[in-house]
């Protein structure tokens, strides 16, 4: 059963007509009090033996044992600019929904790690990691593709580029400060990201910021670009330098988080500073060993071992665990 905010989301197209496959309409605003008040009646009257969230916002009178996925604890540590009254909130769902599921599925061993830290050690126990999958479409692109999309975005090569939002803990001040640091001539470092945090970063001599590049465009700009880069804090997960390095772009990280345990031994991974951060971007762009086709072909072969499938097939023992028996 897969209960839904509208049956007629694009995405449940091929469940449409299964005859295993239930789609039931929940038209609840996430963490709302209707979600809170409604969610677990119309739970109880599908009849399910189990309940999945993808997410930790399981209501708080679930009646049914379920299991939820948390990706990160980012808020625990870097709240960015969430009002007091959400930050208890996610704080007393979260705990509340970890110390009740059967399972907590999560993206990374960091994360695990740092469930354990905040929860207590005896949550580890139930705690399964399920790496995510990366899409099939992050693959380098030729360079028709990549001179049309950056005609399409007047993008200047030679450029470092990073992709992600403006948060806290993603360190983008920092990331500016090293690029300007790192004196790099006649190369640009393109942003691409939006919202209100992006809106606070003043104007900066080569840094530009695109906010309207589709997703579909992403894996050409990835091919274009000469580097990724992130000056980021934590990540439960790291999605685009995986992205990135499945289109063969050199990624420059730092030692943060669940980055060494993802990118392992792909990616240039560095001290959170800007001399580190400033010394990475001049090694990615001229460091031949970096640049290699044989390093950047394994970097690829190994972002395209994050499959969805291993990510199903997790999940799906996780169920069959937690089903009670016939």
């Known amino acids: 059963m897969l209960f839904v905010r509208s049956s007629g989301e694009e995405w449940l197209s091929p469940f449409r007509g299964k005859e295993n496959v239930r789609i039931i309409p929940a038209p609840f605003p996430h963490y709302s009090i209707r979600e809170q008040l409604a969610l677990p009646k119309l739970i109880v009257s599908s009849g399910c033996s189990l309940f999945y969230a993808p997410h930790f916002n399981v209501p708080l009178s679930c009646r049914v044992p379920f299991l939820c996925s948390v990706h990160d604890l980012i808020l625990h540590h870097c709240p960015n600019q969430a009002p007091l009254f959400r930050r208890c ?136 670009a000469s580097g990724f880069v992130t000056a980021t804090l934590l990540e439960g997960f790291g999605f685009p330098l995986l992205e990135a390095m499945a289109c063969e772009c050199p990624v420059l990280g730092t030692l943060c988080g669940s980055l060494p345990e993802v990118c392992g031994e792909h990616a240039l991974l560095v001290e959170t500073s800007v001399p580190a951060l400033a010394g990475g971007m001049r090694r990615i762009l001229t460091d031949p060993e970096l640049r290699s086709p044989a390093r950047l072909s394994a970097a690829h072969a190994h972002a395209r071992s994050f499959h969805w499938d291993r990510t199903a097939a997790t999940i799906a023992s996780l169920f ?5 028996s016939p």
């Open 89 to 224: 909130a996610y704080r007393f769902l979260l705990r509340r929904a970890v110390l009740r599921a059967l399972y907590v599925v999560t993206v990374s061993e960091a994360t695990r790690a740092d469930l354990a830290r905040t929860y207590g050690a005896g949550i580890a126990a139930k705690v399964r990691v399920a790496y995510p999958g990366i899409d099939a479409s992050f693959v380098r692109r030729d360079e028709g593709e990549v001179h049309a999309l950056c005609q399409r975005y007047n993008l200047r090569r030679p450029f470092l580029l990073y992709v992600g939002n403006c948060k806290q803990h993603k360190n983008v001040p920092m990331l500016i400060q090293a690029f300007r640091e790192a004196s790099l001539r006649d190369t640009e470092l393109v942003l691409v990201a939006n919202g209100k945090e992006c809106a606070a970063i003043a104007p900066c001599p080569g840094v530009r910021i695109e906010d309207a590049i589709a997703h579909e465009h992403l894996p050409s700009l990835y091919s274009a």
């Open 320 to 324: 069959a665990s937690a089903l009670p």
